[in-house]
């Protein structure tokens, strides 16, 4: 690592003082000497000089500055840290010196170059002195978008203390390909290629030599050993008006060279790659001479995906690193480019192809879908070559595999949280509207017994109703906008409870077997969700046992097991974290699932059942409550042939019992009948109708307001309610700044809060004492036996 351990050192402003006194001590006591003769008094004097002198000494060395001290640097634990960073680590001072910096910092940029003066572009320079310049002044700073070698590079500059700034290069794992191409030309390939008569650079976008191998050192610079790199290309070379090129040292009078420029990163701040030939050959041998066959060696040496195509439009070579991102079979390769993609694509890279083969200049990038993964585009850059015999277009293309990978993960979370945020907001609007439903049946079934005419079709309206509920459950459910009533339980209380259910569910064709492990850690959850949880799993599996066989037979087994941190350690796996979990696992001896179809299995209203018997929210709703519970599921294929889902769930650390935000449900008080004041704040004109007809047909005084402002309005000119019941969500005012103020006047009012969406997503919205939550949609009965546990508590 760069850099020296500050000293401590004397300043000139304690020395000069120091010399001054002892200088004129000596010299006065000499004068007394000379002058009066009296030796005694002279040496006094002296004495009494240096005495002063050490005074000032111990003065000084109590009272100054903590900036008169050099402090002293650890730069081996620096050294230390900095390299054990996957960033580009450097530290300059507030002279702006580079003081220290990590390896990674070496390679990224082929030295020491100080920043922000770094061989990046004249814009990426100065964005990163503005860095500077803000980092100085508030502490801190970053730049989000610096380019460095055609990669997109974040800065982060800190200041430490008063005298250094630290350096941090996010993101140059990008450019692994340029230090690892760098790293080659430098060693034994580079060797490999100069004894094909190869002679390989690697080009900073400044024009600067980053790496070259010892041939072309020898041609260039004389020495094979001499030092490249910082030298500028452009002047080792010279050129006549006819194109031809030469190395500047050997003159014109030596043997013409051919330039061949190989794109392996995108973007024009990109290094460049460049082969250098020598003319004479080719022109000798014509096509299929020497020279082509040291381009097609080093193709098949270099990482990036290359290919030559001829005139003709056929592949003339391609290295493994194309084969691999291309997915091309060693036994059988394509004869053509457009060979490789799919059939909507063959057409625009057969004519990209055919226009760089007739002389195009310049390259050019090309998105196509490859045949065996046409989800997932790909990039190909297209480039003409000039001399290369048959060769006459250079084709390159980058494995985009783990690339491609977290993109398609980032875009399904995208994806995903849109589709949870649209049902989030369709489920709240629909749970009005359900509310305003079954609270009409059900003051309507007041009006009517079971032997009415109208008492089927009330009950009709309202279990379609309840249905319509359940459907909004679940999409709350798979944008993990439910509410939640978690508890401390064991996994196996909860098969128990579901055991009887599921039985009935498989019919007798199915043989269910529960096996529970030991040491089973406690988890908090809600009990009510886990079973939906197992039952929809479980239906999921008798379908597909159903499918594989349809005249019955088959077995779901449900298994709980611990799992330790040292098993998720010896997992290995990049979602699950380390810790104790209690997982359920639930598998089948069905169809499996197939692997085209695995990724998409928690996508909302996916599903490969017929139309009309199924709503595709399954899966996704398992999905959501085990992530709103904070575990994690896997879904895979056994050996066997079936699907097995796993279920992780953290252990919950103290078992105690879980807090309810609202009263346990019980059985129906024999009477709800209650008296009071209750002031009833909802935007929705039907919800509040339903709320004022139902609390007053149970003896309550209702007095209603349609937002936050009109109840503010309101209380201010009547006694102190006995209940505040209001929605959460409202314009110009929502329910918790209303409750607030309310409070203001009525510290102890309690608050009784509605809404259609989860608690969980309100909680930091609605965190007051003394508040319950009723979620939407609910029953009349609900209604009042939430107020009376509130108003009249047994």
């Not at 050129?239 to 024009?268: H, K, N, S």
């Not at 009709?460 to 459907?471: G, T, V």
């Not at 886990?530 to 066989?549: F, G, H, I, T």
């Amino acid at each position: 690592m760069a850099g020296l351990p500050a000293v401590e050192i004397p300043k000139p402003s304690l020395l000069l003082p120091l010399a001054v006194a002892v200088f004129t001590g000596i010299a006065t006591g000499g004068l007394i000497l000379l002058t009066i003769g009296d030796r005694t008094i002279a040496i006094g004097f002296v004495a009494a000089a240096l005495l002063a002198t050490g005074v000032l000494v111990g003065v000084a060395r109590l009272f100054r500055s903590p900036l008169h001290v050099e402090r002293h640097t650890d730069w081996a634990i620096a050294h230390a840290l900095a390299s054990a960073s996957d960033d580009a680590l450097a530290v300059t001072d507030r002279s702006g010196r580079l003081v220290c910096a990590n390896p990674r910092y070496e390679a990224l940029f082929g030295g020491w170059p100080t920043p922000p003066s770094l061989p990046i572009g004249e814009a990426g320079a100065q964005a990163l002195g503005a860095c500077a310049r803000a980092a100085w002044r508030d502490g801190e700073a970053r730049c989000d978008d610096v380019h460095i070698f055609g990669a997109r590079v974040a800065v982060r500059v800190a200041r430490v203390g008063d005298d250094s700034l630290v350096w941090r290069f996010i993101g140059v794992n990008a450019l692994d390909l340029a230090v690892q191409i760098q790293g080659l030309i430098a060693g034994p390939t580079g060797d490999r290629l100069g004894g094909a008569g190869v002679m390989v650079v690697l080009v900073a976008p400044d024009g600067q030599v980053r790496s070259a191998n010892r041939v072309f050192r020898q041609r260039a610079l004389g020495d094979a050993d001499a030092v490249a790199e910082g030298l500028d290309f452009a002047q080792l070379l010279s050129t006549d008006v006819r194109g031809q090129i030469w190395f500047e040292r050997e003159g014109r009078e030596a043997t013409p060279l051919r330039l061949l420029q190989i794109p392996f990163l995108e973007g024009e701040d990109a290094p460049l790659l460049v082969a250098l030939l020598d003319e004479e050959p080719l022109a000798m041998g014509g096509a299929g001479g020497s020279s082509s066959t040291d381009v097609r060696s080093l193709i098949a040496l270099l990482p990036t995906g290359l290919a030559l195509v001829d005139r003709d439009g056929r592949f003339v070579t391609m290295n493994e690193a194309f084969m691999r991102s291309a997915r091309v079979q060693g036994g059988t390769p394509p004869l053509y480019p457009g060979d490789l993609v799919i059939r909507e694509d063959k057409a625009a890279l057969a004519d990209a192809v055919r226009r760089f083969a007739g002389g195009a200049p310049k390259s050019l990038e090309i998105t196509v879908r490859l045949k065996d993964t046409a989800e997932d585009p790909v990039a190909i850059t297209i480039a003409g070559a000039r001399g290369l015999g048959d060769a006459a277009v250079l084709l390159s293309l980058r494995d985009m595999g783990e690339e491609g990978k977290l993109k398609r993960q980032v875009a399904q979370a995208t994806k995903m949280q849109a589709v949870g945020q649209l049902a989030g907001g369709v489920a709240h609007d629909f749970n009005n509207i359900l509310t305003a439903i079954i609270g009409h049946c059900d003051l309507m079934l007041m009006r009517h017994s079971p032997g009415d005419s109208d008492y089927d079709d009330i009950q009709q309206i309202r279990a379609n109703s309840n249905r319509a509920a359940s459907l909004t459950r679940q999409l709350l459910a798979f944008s993990r906008q439910q509410t939640l009533r978690p508890q401390v339980l064991q996994l196996p209380d909860i098969i128990s409870e579901v055991s009887n259910l599921l039985k009935r569910l498989l019919g007798e064709t199915v043989t269910l077997d529960v096996k529970h492990g030991r040491n089973l850690g406690p988890v908090r959850a809600d009990p009510g969700q886990l079973e939906q949880v197992v039952v929809n799993l479980a239906v999921n599996a008798r379908d597909s046992m159903l499918s594989k066989n349809p005249s019955g037979g088959g077995s779901l087994t449900i298994e709980t097991l611990s799992v330790s941190s040292a098993d998720v350690r010896r997992m290995d796996d990049d979602v699950l974290p380390v810790g104790d979990y209690t997982a359920l696992r639930i598998s089948d001896t069905g169809t499996g699932i197939p692997p085209e179809i695995l990724p998409k299995i928690w996508e909302p209203f996916f599903t490969t059942k017929e139309v009309g018997k199924g709503t595709g929210l399954g899966l996704s709703t398992v999905y959501g409550i085990i992530k709103q519970s904070g575990g994690y599921i896997f879904a895979e294929n056994t050996p066997l042939g079936g699907a097995q889902f796993t279920i992780y769930l953290p252990v919950h650390a103290t078992p105690e019992a879980a807090v309810a935000k609202l009263p346990v449900v019980k059985e129906r008080p024999a009477d709800l009948w209650g008296s009071g004041t209750i002031l009833v704040v909802e935007d929705e004109d039907m919800v509040r109708a339903i709320a004022e007809r139902a609390l007053t047909r149970q003896g309550y005084t209702v007095v209603t307001a349609e937002n936050g402002e009109v109840a503010l309005e309101t209380i201010a000119s009547m006694e102190k309610p006995d209940l505040l019941l209001s929605d959460v969500v409202m314009p110009v005012m929502d329910g918790p700044s209303m409750a607030r103020k309310v409070r203001e006047r009525w510290p102890d009012l309690p608050i009784l809060f509605m809404s259609g969406y989860a608690e969980e997503q309100l909680r930091r919205s609605i965190d007051l004492d003394n508040v319950a939550f009723l979620p939407k949609p609910f029953s009349v009965q609900q209604l009042a036996e939430a107020v009376r546990d509130i108003v009249a508590p047994e």
